[in-house]
Protein backbone atom coordinates (compact mmCIF):
# COMPACT_ATOMS: atom_id res chain seq x y z
CA UNK A 1 0.00 0.00 0.00
CA UNK A 2 1.67 3.23 -0.89
CA UNK A 3 1.02 6.07 1.93
CA UNK A 4 -1.47 8.87 0.77
CA UNK A 5 0.91 11.47 -0.67
CA UNK A 6 3.79 9.72 -1.18
CA UNK A 7 4.96 9.24 -5.27
CA UNK A 8 3.99 6.09 -6.47
CA UNK A 9 6.68 4.13 -8.96
CA UNK A 10 5.81 3.62 -11.98
CA UNK A 11 7.11 0.50 -14.10
CA UNK A 12 6.12 -1.25 -17.06
CA UNK A 13 3.29 -3.60 -17.95
CA UNK A 14 -0.09 -2.33 -17.40
CA UNK A 15 -2.74 -5.14 -17.55
CA UNK A 16 -2.89 -6.22 -20.50
CA UNK A 17 -6.76 -6.33 -22.64
CA UNK A 18 -6.94 -10.38 -22.15
CA UNK A 19 -5.98 -10.27 -18.63
CA UNK A 20 -9.53 -8.89 -17.59
CA UNK A 21 -12.15 -10.20 -16.04
CA UNK A 22 -15.67 -9.72 -18.49
CA UNK A 23 -17.91 -9.49 -15.96
CA UNK A 24 -16.23 -7.47 -13.94
CA UNK A 25 -18.12 -4.02 -13.32
CA UNK A 26 -20.77 -5.06 -15.99
CA UNK A 27 -23.05 -2.93 -14.60
CA UNK A 28 -21.38 0.28 -15.32
CA UNK A 29 -20.58 -0.56 -18.96
CA UNK A 30 -22.58 1.65 -20.90
CA UNK A 31 -24.85 0.37 -23.77
CA UNK A 32 -25.09 1.14 -26.76
CA UNK A 33 -21.46 1.26 -27.85
CA UNK A 34 -19.25 -1.83 -29.63
CA UNK A 35 -18.29 -4.93 -28.58
CA UNK A 36 -14.96 -3.87 -28.79
CA UNK A 37 -15.66 -1.05 -27.00
CA UNK A 38 -17.36 -2.49 -24.09
CA UNK A 39 -14.54 -5.36 -23.79
CA UNK A 40 -12.05 -2.29 -23.21
CA UNK A 41 -14.21 -0.54 -21.03
CA UNK A 42 -14.55 -3.87 -18.66
CA UNK A 43 -10.72 -4.61 -19.33
CA UNK A 44 -9.99 -0.76 -17.94
CA UNK A 45 -11.99 -1.26 -14.78
CA UNK A 46 -10.16 -4.67 -14.19
CA UNK A 47 -6.81 -3.15 -14.43
CA UNK A 48 -4.24 -3.82 -11.62
CA UNK A 49 -2.96 -1.02 -9.71
CA UNK A 50 -0.07 -0.23 -11.73
CA UNK A 51 -2.06 0.04 -14.36
CA UNK A 52 -4.18 2.06 -12.90
CA UNK A 53 -1.52 4.60 -11.54
CA UNK A 54 -0.30 4.74 -15.03
CA UNK A 55 -3.55 5.21 -16.57
CA UNK A 56 -4.35 8.24 -14.15
CA UNK A 57 -1.25 9.61 -14.72
CA UNK A 58 -1.60 9.89 -18.08
CA UNK A 59 -5.40 11.06 -17.62
CA UNK A 60 -3.97 13.99 -15.71
CA UNK A 61 -1.51 14.44 -18.99
CA UNK A 62 -4.00 14.69 -21.26
CA UNK A 63 -5.92 16.92 -19.04
CA UNK A 64 -2.96 19.48 -19.01
CA UNK A 65 -2.59 19.74 -22.37
CA UNK A 66 -6.53 20.35 -22.40
CA UNK A 67 -6.95 23.07 -19.73
CA UNK A 68 -3.38 24.63 -19.80
CA UNK A 69 -5.26 27.35 -17.74
CA UNK A 70 -6.75 25.54 -14.98
CA UNK A 71 -7.62 27.86 -11.76
CA UNK A 72 -9.59 28.30 -9.43
CA UNK A 73 -12.87 29.63 -10.72
CA UNK A 74 -13.43 32.39 -7.72
CA UNK A 75 -12.19 35.38 -7.73
CA UNK A 76 -9.86 36.84 -4.97
CA UNK A 77 -6.92 39.14 -3.79
CA UNK A 78 -6.09 37.58 -0.56
CA UNK A 79 -6.42 34.32 1.63
CA UNK A 80 -9.76 35.79 3.46
CA UNK A 81 -11.25 36.98 0.08
CA UNK A 82 -10.81 32.66 -1.06
CA UNK A 83 -12.06 31.59 2.18
CA UNK A 84 -15.32 34.08 1.84
CA UNK A 85 -15.94 33.19 -1.93
CA UNK A 86 -15.61 29.72 -0.91
CA UNK A 87 -18.20 29.70 1.54
CA UNK A 88 -20.43 31.91 -0.41
CA UNK A 89 -19.94 28.73 -3.75
CA UNK A 90 -22.27 26.06 -1.21
CA UNK A 91 -25.40 25.59 -3.65
CA UNK A 92 -24.56 28.45 -5.64
CA UNK A 93 -21.95 29.06 -9.34
CA UNK A 94 -18.95 30.56 -8.82
CA UNK A 95 -20.27 32.99 -11.73
CA UNK A 96 -23.07 34.50 -9.63
CA UNK A 97 -20.25 34.25 -6.28
CA UNK A 98 -17.65 36.30 -8.64
CA UNK A 99 -20.81 38.87 -9.58
CA UNK A 100 -21.26 39.19 -5.67
CA UNK A 101 -18.19 39.67 -4.12
CA UNK A 102 -16.53 42.97 -5.83
CA UNK A 103 -18.93 45.01 -3.70
CA UNK A 104 -18.70 42.51 -0.68
CA UNK A 105 -15.09 43.23 -0.68
CA UNK A 106 -14.84 46.65 -1.41
CA UNK A 107 -16.86 46.98 1.90
CA UNK A 108 -15.49 44.13 4.55
CA UNK A 109 -11.90 44.01 3.90
CA UNK A 110 -10.14 42.25 6.99
CA UNK A 111 -11.30 39.21 9.34
CA UNK A 112 -12.74 42.40 11.77
CA UNK A 113 -15.14 43.27 9.79
CA UNK A 114 -17.19 40.36 9.49
CA UNK A 115 -16.32 40.07 12.95
CA UNK A 116 -18.44 43.46 14.07
CA UNK A 117 -20.80 43.09 10.52
CA UNK A 118 -24.04 44.27 10.72
CA UNK A 119 -26.15 40.56 10.20
CA UNK A 120 -29.01 42.30 8.29
CA UNK A 121 -26.56 44.93 6.08
CA UNK A 122 -24.09 41.38 5.83
CA UNK A 123 -27.25 39.63 4.41
CA UNK A 124 -28.63 41.90 1.97
CA UNK A 125 -24.73 41.89 0.72
CA UNK A 126 -24.79 38.30 -0.09
CA UNK A 127 -28.19 37.48 -0.61
CA UNK A 128 -27.74 36.75 -4.48
CA UNK A 129 -25.90 33.81 -3.55
CA UNK A 130 -28.72 31.94 -1.51
CA UNK A 131 -28.60 30.38 1.82
CA UNK A 132 -27.82 34.03 3.00
CA UNK A 133 -28.91 33.77 6.45
CA UNK A 134 -26.80 29.95 7.19
CA UNK A 135 -23.67 32.02 5.37
CA UNK A 136 -23.96 35.02 7.30
CA UNK A 137 -23.58 33.62 10.60
CA UNK A 138 -20.68 31.59 8.79
CA UNK A 139 -18.61 34.70 7.64
CA UNK A 140 -19.40 36.57 11.38
CA UNK A 141 -18.66 33.38 13.25
CA UNK A 142 -15.25 33.37 10.76
CA UNK A 143 -14.40 36.64 11.44
CA UNK A 144 -14.94 36.44 15.25
CA UNK A 145 -12.92 33.31 14.97
CA UNK A 146 -9.87 34.70 13.41
CA UNK A 147 -9.79 37.46 15.11
CA UNK A 148 -9.80 36.18 18.39
CA UNK A 149 -7.15 33.20 17.71
CA UNK A 150 -5.09 34.22 14.74
CA UNK A 151 -4.75 38.14 14.53
CA UNK A 152 -7.08 38.12 12.21
CA UNK A 153 -5.27 35.83 9.54
CA UNK A 154 -6.19 32.42 7.69
CA UNK A 155 -4.15 30.09 9.14
CA UNK A 156 -2.09 27.81 6.98
CA UNK A 157 -3.16 23.99 8.09
CA UNK A 158 -5.89 21.74 7.25
CA UNK A 159 -6.69 20.91 11.00
CA UNK A 160 -6.60 24.54 12.18
CA UNK A 161 -9.22 25.74 9.12
CA UNK A 162 -11.59 22.93 9.41
CA UNK A 163 -11.95 23.94 13.20
CA UNK A 164 -13.35 27.66 11.56
CA UNK A 165 -16.68 28.25 11.28
CA UNK A 166 -17.95 27.50 7.96
CA UNK A 167 -15.19 25.89 6.60
CA UNK A 168 -15.39 22.51 5.82
CA UNK A 169 -12.54 19.76 4.49
CA UNK A 170 -13.25 21.55 0.87
CA UNK A 171 -13.21 24.56 1.56
CA UNK A 172 -9.72 24.08 3.63
CA UNK A 173 -8.09 22.37 0.93
CA UNK A 174 -9.21 25.13 -1.41
CA UNK A 175 -7.27 27.74 0.57
CA UNK A 176 -4.80 25.81 1.29
CA UNK A 177 -3.94 25.07 -2.73
CA UNK A 178 -4.99 28.36 -4.07
CA UNK A 179 -3.93 30.84 -1.13
CA UNK A 180 -1.16 29.31 0.27
CA UNK A 181 0.48 27.11 -2.19
CA UNK A 182 0.08 23.86 0.18
CA UNK A 183 -1.21 20.97 -2.24
CA UNK A 184 -4.61 19.91 -1.89
CA UNK A 185 -7.53 17.67 -3.23
CA UNK A 186 -10.56 19.18 -4.10
CA UNK A 187 -13.27 16.88 -3.78
CA UNK A 188 -16.91 18.82 -4.71
CA UNK A 189 -19.46 17.57 -6.89
CA UNK A 190 -17.65 17.36 -10.29
CA UNK A 191 -14.21 15.68 -8.96
CA UNK A 192 -16.38 12.92 -7.20
CA UNK A 193 -18.47 12.32 -10.14
CA UNK A 194 -15.87 11.95 -12.47
CA UNK A 195 -13.17 9.79 -10.61
CA UNK A 196 -15.83 7.39 -9.76
CA UNK A 197 -16.28 7.18 -13.87
CA UNK A 198 -12.92 6.80 -14.29
CA UNK A 199 -12.82 4.09 -11.95
CA UNK A 200 -9.96 5.99 -10.04
CA UNK A 201 -11.77 4.82 -6.90
CA UNK A 202 -15.40 3.45 -6.07
CA UNK A 203 -15.32 5.50 -2.72
CA UNK A 204 -18.80 7.57 -2.25
CA UNK A 205 -17.38 9.68 0.84
CA UNK A 206 -14.87 12.91 0.21
CA UNK A 207 -12.20 11.90 2.70
CA UNK A 208 -12.51 8.56 1.44
CA UNK A 209 -12.09 9.83 -1.84
CA UNK A 210 -9.94 12.80 -1.52
CA UNK A 211 -7.34 10.14 0.42
CA UNK A 212 -7.67 7.36 -2.31
CA UNK A 213 -7.22 9.76 -5.69
CA UNK A 214 -4.23 11.50 -3.69
CA UNK A 215 -2.35 8.10 -3.24
CA UNK A 216 -2.07 7.75 -7.20
CA UNK A 217 -0.52 11.39 -7.39
CA UNK A 218 2.52 12.68 -6.37
CA UNK A 219 1.63 15.50 -3.62
CA UNK A 220 2.63 18.55 -6.44
CA UNK A 221 0.09 17.37 -8.44
CA UNK A 222 -2.95 17.58 -6.09
CA UNK A 223 -4.15 21.17 -6.94
CA UNK A 224 -3.94 21.58 -10.53
CA UNK A 225 -5.20 17.88 -10.65
CA UNK A 226 -8.19 19.17 -8.65
CA UNK A 227 -8.74 22.43 -11.00
CA UNK A 228 -8.27 20.11 -14.52
CA UNK A 229 -10.61 17.39 -13.19
CA UNK A 230 -13.68 19.85 -12.22
CA UNK A 231 -12.99 21.85 -15.36
CA UNK A 232 -13.57 18.49 -17.43
CA UNK A 233 -16.57 18.48 -15.52
CA UNK A 234 -17.82 21.36 -16.05
CA UNK A 235 -16.90 21.62 -19.55
CA UNK A 236 -17.27 17.68 -20.92
CA UNK A 237 -18.19 15.29 -18.73
CA UNK A 238 -21.87 16.56 -17.61
CA UNK A 239 -24.01 14.85 -15.05
CA UNK A 240 -26.80 13.89 -17.25
CA UNK A 241 -24.70 14.04 -20.95
CA UNK A 242 -21.19 13.55 -20.83
CA UNK A 243 -20.23 14.21 -24.06
CA UNK A 244 -18.18 10.63 -25.18
CA UNK A 245 -17.55 11.32 -28.73
CA UNK A 246 -15.81 14.69 -28.51
CA UNK A 247 -13.88 13.73 -25.04
CA UNK A 248 -10.20 14.46 -25.19
CA UNK A 249 -10.37 11.10 -22.46
CA UNK A 250 -12.23 8.71 -24.32
CA UNK A 251 -9.24 6.02 -24.82
CA UNK A 252 -8.76 6.12 -21.22
CA UNK A 253 -12.37 6.27 -19.70
CA UNK A 254 -13.77 2.88 -19.13
CA UNK A 255 -17.32 5.20 -18.94
CA UNK A 256 -17.05 6.21 -22.59
CA UNK A 257 -20.33 5.34 -23.89
CA UNK A 258 -22.65 6.77 -20.76
CA UNK A 259 -23.12 9.74 -23.56
CA UNK A 260 -23.46 10.28 -27.02
CA UNK A 261 -20.73 8.88 -28.53
CA UNK A 262 -21.52 10.05 -32.09
CA UNK A 263 -18.76 12.98 -32.56
CA UNK A 264 -21.30 15.70 -34.04
CA UNK A 265 -23.83 15.49 -31.54
CA UNK A 266 -21.22 15.43 -28.34
CA UNK A 267 -19.62 17.98 -29.92
CA UNK A 268 -22.60 20.28 -29.28
CA UNK A 269 -22.45 19.58 -25.11
CA UNK A 270 -18.97 20.36 -24.91
CA UNK A 271 -18.78 24.16 -23.59
CA UNK A 272 -16.65 26.81 -22.37
CA UNK A 273 -13.64 29.25 -23.88
CA UNK A 274 -11.85 25.85 -24.24
CA UNK A 275 -14.57 24.32 -26.54
CA UNK A 276 -12.45 24.97 -30.18
CA UNK A 277 -9.16 24.05 -28.13
CA UNK A 278 -10.87 21.07 -27.37
CA UNK A 279 -12.88 19.94 -30.33
CA UNK A 280 -9.38 20.32 -32.08
CA UNK A 281 -7.39 17.58 -29.73
CA UNK A 282 -9.82 15.34 -30.98
CA UNK A 283 -10.00 16.13 -34.59
CA UNK A 284 -13.75 18.06 -34.74
S1 LIG B 1 -17.26 12.43 -21.26
FE1 LIG B 1 -17.54 10.19 -21.46
S2 LIG B 1 -15.51 9.48 -22.19
FE2 LIG B 1 -15.21 11.53 -21.36
S3 LIG B 1 -14.61 11.24 -19.26
FE3 LIG B 1 -16.83 11.52 -19.25
S4 LIG B 1 -17.73 9.45 -19.35
FE4 LIG B 1 -15.55 9.33 -19.94
Not at 72 to 89: K, N, Q, Y
Not at 103 to 113: M, Q
Not at 207 to 216: R, T
Not at 269 to 284: A, F, I, S, T, W
Amino acid sequence: MVPYGEAVPVSPAPAAAGDADPAADSAAVPTGISTARKRKNRAIAAETRIGLVRRARRMNRTLAAAFPDAHCELDFTTPLELAVATILSAQCTDVRVNLTTPTLFAKYRSANDYAQANRVELEEFIRPTGFYRNKTSSLIGLGQALVEKYDGDLPHTLDELVKLPGIGRKTANVILGNAFDVPGITVDTHFGRLVRRWKWTDEEDPVKVEHAVGALFERKDWTMLSHRVIFEGRRVCHARKPACGACVLADDCPSFGLGPTDPAVAAKLVKGPERDHLLNMVGL
